[in-house]
């Protein structure tokens, strides 16, 4: 049974994946913590922590409400900074066999650039994934994602700086998402991740105010599956790169159903915060699925949805 997946197949580096099974930027930290119940190196990929020039504090507190079916997090890309990731984190993640993709945030375009040029050859790094998808920051962000031409100028900037694989990814916040894919595909994409979170807010009552200290944030688990779900659909069939999902998914089921409407990959975010293991729990059950199925490689279900 072969669950390998290549993300980056146009780019010299490549980005091998022994399966399709990411966690999500924000909610596996920089994968180098003690307390996971499980053997990191069993994953796809890691992507960690959304990374500036700078270390950034964040936004105010309280950051994080439940909602009715998923999470409102206004966490604000808090982070160590660049150089601290490249003294600090590539070094241990040199000695891993899992991949490790670090996720760039920046308020300026040049700064996205300078990002990159800075981890490009960092030994531990294996890709990039360009955050111009956050709505949880003041500048830059999602206000890059909105428009295809903004998001191009992002991608473009960043091919040019680096020799790594880039994927790119995307904010639903938008009209057409097709339209965007497309732009960033043609920008110099290896591959694309979508979505990143829905905004979205809530009201104390009794107090009369938001609740979150930012007053708005990102809406994420199984209450934006179907919009992530469709969003990859409509992505897959407008580009010729892979794609990787993310949003809601939980169960080995809701990922497979991602890679049946076109991706290659998926990324487990919010579930992993209730469940530690489920990452894990959604590679064995794949592995499952294929077995019962009589499938040899992932790659038959990749798109089996949209033929």
């Known amino acids: 049974m072969n669950l390998s997946v ?68 206004s966490i604000g890309l808090q982070n160590i900074g660049v150089d601290a990731v490249i003294k600090e984190k590539a070094p241990v993640w040199a000695k891993w066999q899992v991949p490790v993709i670090v996720n760039i945030a920046s308020e300026t375009v040049d700064d996205y650039a300078r990002l990159a040029g800075l981890l490009d050859g960092v030994a531990g790094v294996s890709a990039l994934e360009v955050n111009i998808s956050c709505p949880n920051i003041k500048a830059g962000g999602a206000e890059f994602g909105a428009g295809a031409e903004s998001a191009a100028r992002v991608t473009t900037a960043v091919r040019k700086a680096t020799s790594l694989p880039v994927m790119v990814k995307l904010t639903p916040n938008v009209s057409d998402i097709a339209c965007i894919a497309i732009a960033v595909a043609e920008a110099g994409a290896d591959a694309i991740s979508l979505i990143n979170t829905l905004k979205g807010m809530a009201i104390d009552v009794d107090r009369r105010k938001p609740l979150l200290g930012s007053i708005t944030g990102g809406l994420s ?87």
């Open 6 to 73: 290549q993300l980056a197949p146009k780019n010299e580096c490549g980005l091998l994946l022994a399966n399709p099974v990411m966690t999500a930027s924000g909610t596996f930290g920089y994968g180098t913590e003690d307390d996971h119940p499980f053997d990191i190196q069993r994953l796809g990929a890691i992507v960690c922590k959304g990374t500036t020039l700078e270390p950034w504090d964040g936004n105010p507190q309280p950051r994080i409400i439940e909602t009715a079916g998923g999470m409102l997090n």
């Open 221 to 307: 688990g199984p209450a934006i599956k179907p919009v992530a779900l469709a969003m990859v659909y409509e992505a897959a069939e407008a580009v010729d790169i892979p794609l990787i999902g993310c949003g809601g998914i939980a169960t080995a089921a809701d990922a497979i159903e991602f890679i049946m409407a076109g991706a290659s990959a998926v990324q487990v975010g919010t579930a992993g915060m209730g469940n530690p293991r489920a990452p894990v729990d959604v590679i064995e059950g794949i592995e499952k699925f294929m077995l019962k199925e009589g499938i040899d490689s992932i790659t038959e279900l990749i798109g089996a949805a949209r033929r």
